[in-house]
């Protein structure tokens, strides 16, 4: 497994963007599909993006033209660019790693997970 730390939340204006980041630990990160999933109270944690170890991504439809998804192998990162934010984008996101190739969509297919980050979005 990999460890995984979250940053770059907050709070900002529906229509603002904000960066999220994902720093993982791990020798073998770069052969992992990573993913963002958000939760908001009350709710089961809901899939946003996710990024093949080979760089393929996928997105929530929700999101789909306004979020973007990369990763950055050398560094051991993973990003997710939140743009044109919603007050419904509100939630508490994480980062999510799996030991395999390719990208899921449900919690219960990744291993790894980190603490989350709040972004906040005011209408």
């Known amino acids: 497994q990999v460890q995984l730390v979250e940053s770059g939340g907050g709070l900002v204006q529906a229509g603002d963007s904000l960066r999220l980041s994902c720093a993982a630990s791990?020798?073998?990160?770069?052969?992992?599909?990573t993913g963002w999933f958000r939760r908001t109270p009350g709710k089961e944690r809901e899939f946003v993006a996710a990024i093949s170890s080979k760089g393929s991504t996928y997105y929530a439809d929700s999101v789909k033209g306004r979020f973007t998804i990369s990763r950055d192998n050398a560094k051991n990162m993973v990003y997710l660019q939140m743009n044109t934010l919603k007050p419904e984008d509100t939630a508490v996101y994480y980062c999510a790693a799996r030991d395999r190739v390719n990208v899921a969509v449900t919690p219960a297919a990744f291993s790894s997970w980190g603490q989350g980050t709040q972004v906040t979005v005011s209408s």
């Open positions: 791990g020798r073998t990160f770069s052969s992992y599909a």
